[in-house]
């Protein structure tokens, strides 16, 4: 089992050498053959040592370190088999080393989890956002996110339940931006076909995979005819394969409207880049505040889980009033990927039972509590229900 | 002898004989025609003196003289009232949306919506009261876009300084104006360096020349979620194109619908007035369910702009006493009113009102 694994984490180690390309030649490797493309039956990232596994960690800026340091003490309470794999990104530094190890981390170990890092203004525009740097080099096509209504949080929207599966690589954030004459700036939105197939192939087998029963296209094809049209008639052609799904597609400013007013009506969303910022905002703030929803974000080899509104929160940093339930879900997400489901609904219900019945909230939903009130509440809850845990 | 920077010295339009000004009109597609006689009823009803020139814009014609005509006759009377035109999905990327045309054609800069919450809508936000300010003719909406390599299409968004510095200006002269305390500039300047960088720095210095004026910027994505969640902390919003498009359908939502936002497209010689949101309302074409509202208070604008503010003042107080009465609402509110019963009631509204204005007499149906 040891060279198994060796080898397997051998191959991931050369795979930046040969790129994306090659195929999934290291995948066969392991004892499920299966198709590359199908995200279900892909085995678990092959950092797995001894039966624990190594998730990078990425701290952040902001309110970022202080969330993680309270998820690694959950982990560590609940006995969590994860090691964390801690590399810091400093944004304060124009140079691209940092973000470079965290990249090699994160190959290595095929998962990671982190905080928002911070995109100084003060730096010259060369600089790169890190985080749009990050989900380039990984290839982490897809970032899906599930804004459900939560019981015990009071907002003026109920039974809200929707997906929303966001291009994360293209579209407005490829920073190709010039000025070919001084005082006009052309910034170019890139939309090819390859990467619209395949978010709309991955919106559909998601959808398909939750059995939901209807996918709406979010774009703006009246304006940019060519590019979002493309979009479109990518997300046509898939939807062609998928029968059991209704398609439909809604204009970007009619779709932002219909969120403030009806947002019951809609299942599961797919849309480019920008679209996809605006509307995962808005829905988060339907469903009571960036400090509740949990991101994902998808590539084909590696998957990396973060807050979906990926803000830093600077103003509330160290604090202790910032609301832990975002990074704690998307921890239990990350737990969901690597297959150790038992521990990711233990967290996940303790999460959601401090959130609904005991309704130990934060500032920012309207209460008083403190993040570490909240995270005790959280892991009292663990040992409750009789799981072997830590001392607390 | 105007000087055509300031829009507050301007003088109205020439097209003015006998006190009578001329208004050119472009019916549009879906609701846009209904809605539009509804307007000429009621300011025929009101003895307004204002004429319309009607032109209508076909849009299943790739050809673009349509569109051509409608430009020249709003360039000869300077003032026109739009239904939304629509753009076919069918015809080739080469056909231009013919309202972004008639946009860019005129140099219509600023698109200006004002949402208020208003009394008698039941919305879940109370209290909303935003001026947005959307550059309108630049930015993602250049319609520039080419496909180099099959597969692979790259899409121009544009933003020059000096139109960056006339929008800026414009917002700020606005809140000054309207004797707003907060302009707050939306942009997504973490992502797009340059582009929305320089817009940040063009409202940045414009900012300077206003020091009674706060000036602050938030990033597009937050403005989104502040506004579903808290939208009375936002005052005067001003922000490139597509960024506009959102919001302002945002704002249109918080304060009950597309049905009753007027919105104005002003540039340095014309003005153009519609609904806010733009829609053409297909579905509920012809069936006298879509909500008057927009349209007329959008007309209401056009009478300030001429400055024909008695008859302004007046319609638009009528329609907010009966946007009050919730027995009236049309469907997109939540009531079983029709569009008729809506502006037989407005017209009922203005001729009851004591020393009133002179009306006509209505010896029978409305031709």
């Not at chain 1, 902001?62 to 969590?80: A, M, Q, T, Y």
């Not at chain 2, 629509?86 to 004002?114: C, G, I, Q, W």
């Not at chain 2, 340095?268 to 208070?297: H, Q």
Request: proline letters at 5%; hydrophobic letters at 35%.
């Amino acid at each position: 089992m040891a060279s198994h694994s060796a080898v397997l984490s051998m191959s991931k180690i050369m795979s930046p050498f040969w790129g994306r390309r090659l195929g999934n030649t290291t995948k066969v490797f392991g004892t499920t053959l299966t198709s590359h493309r199908n995200k279900t039956l892909l085995p678990p990232p092959p950092a797995k040592y001894g039966g624990r596994h190594t998730v990078t960690l990425i701290p952040g800026d902001g309110i970022g370190p202080e969330l993680l340091n309270h998820v690694r003490e959950v982990f560590r309470f609940s006995c969590v088999p994860v090691d964390f794999e801690v590399v810091h990104v400093n944004s304060a530094v124009e140079t691209e080393d940092d973000i470079s190890n965290a990249i090699t981390a994160i190959r290595r170990n095929g998962v990671a989890l982190k905080g928002n890092i911070e995109t100084k203004h003060t730096m010259p525009p060369s600089v790169k956002s890190r985080n749009s740097v990050l989900r380039t080099s990984l290839d982490l096509y897809a970032n899906v996110m599930h804004c459900q209504s939560l019981p015990g949080v009071q907002t003026r929207h109920k039974n809200i339940d929707i997906m929303i599966i966001r291009e994360n690589t293209e579209g407005e954030y490829s920073s190709l931006e010039h000025e070919s004459v001084s005082g006009v700036v052309e910034s170019l939105k890139i939309i090819t076909r390859n990467n619209s197939l395949r978010i709309a192939d991955y919106a559909f087998r998601l959808a398909r995979e939750k059995g939901r029963r209807r996918v709406t296209a979010v774009h703006k094809a009246n304006i940019m005819k060519l590019a979002d049209g493309l979009f479109l008639q990518c997300c046509r052609e898939v939807a062609s394969g998928y029968p059991d799904i209704t398609f439909d597609s809604m204009i970007v400013d009619n779709t932002t409207m219909q969120l403030v007013s009806k947002p019951q009506q809609f299942d599961v969303m797919v849309m480019p880049n920008l679209y996809g910022n605006v509307v995962s905002n808005v829905c988060a703030g339907l469903v009571g505040g960036p400090g509740l929803v949990p991101g994902a974000n998808y590539g084909r080899d590696y998957a990396v889980f973060e807050t979906a509104t990926r803000n830093t929160g600077k103003s509330i940093a160290n604090k202790n009033i910032a609301n832990p339930t975002a990074v704690l879900l998307a921890s239990c997400m990350m737990l969901d990927h690597l297959k150790l489901y038992d521990y990711a609904s233990l967290i996940r219900n303790a999460v959601l039972t401090t959130m609904n019945e005991t309704r130990l909230h934060t500032a920012d939903i309207g209460g008083q509590g403190t993040t570490s009130e909240v995270v005790q509440s959280v892991m009292r809850i663990i040992q409750s229900k009789g799981q072997l845990t830590s001392e607390l | 002898t105007c000087n055509r920077r300031h829009v507050s010295t301007y003088t109205p339009p020439p097209a003015q004989y006998g006190g009578r000004h001329t208004v050119t009109l472009i019916p549009g597609d879906g609701i846009g025609p209904e809605l539009a006689n509804h307007v000429h009823e009621l300011f025929r009803f009101c003895c307004v003196p204002v004429d319309f020139e009607v032109v209508n814009v076909d849009p299943s014609i790739a050809s673009e003289g349509d569109i051509n005509n409608a430009i020249m006759a709003i360039r000869r009377n300077g003032v026109a009232l739009k239904g939304n035109i629509e753009t076919n999905h069918n015809l080739p990327p080469s056909y231009k949306s013919r309202n972004n045309l008639l946009r860019t054609t005129l140099d219509l800069f600023a698109n200006v919506m004002h949402c208020q919450s208003l009394p008698g809508v039941r919305t879940r936000h109370k209290n909303v009261d935003i001026m947005i300010i959307r550059e309108n003719t630049e930015g993602e909406y250049s319609s520039l876009e080419h496909e180099n390599v099959p597969g692979v299409v790259e899409c121009l968004k544009i933003i020059t300084r000096t139109k960056s510095l006339r929008i800026a200006d414009y917002a700020f002269r606005m809140a000054r104006e309207k004797g707003r305390r907060r302009v707050t500039a939306v942009h997504k300047a973490n992502i797009m360096k340059l582009a929305d960088g320089l817009f940040l720095q063009c409202c940045k210095e414009v900012a300077s020349g206003y020091p009674e004026i706060s000036f602050d910027s938030m990033i597009v994505d937050n403005t989104t979620m502040q506004l579903v969640s808290r939208p009375q902390q936002f005052d005067v919003m001003v922000m490139p194109n597509l960024y506009g498009n959102v919001v302002s359908n945002v704002c249109a939502g918080l304060v009950g619908g597309p049905g009753l936002v007027p919105g104005a497209n002003y540039g340095d010689d014309y003005a153009v007035f519609e609904t806010g949101t733009r829609n053409t309302g297909k579905s509920i074409a012809n069936r006298n369910t879509a909500n008057p509202t927009a349209m007329l208070l959008a007309s209401c604008l056009l009478l300030d702009h001429l400055k024909l503010h008695a008859y302004a003042g007046m319609i638009r107080r009528a329609i907010l006493t009966i946007v009050t009465e919730t027995r009236l609402h049309t469907a997109d509110l939540g009531g079983q009113g029709s569009t008729s019963e809506v502006v037989q009631s407005i017209m009922n509204a203005i001729q009851s009102t004591p020393y009133g204005p002179l009306t006509f007499r209505v010896y029978g149906p409305f031709i």
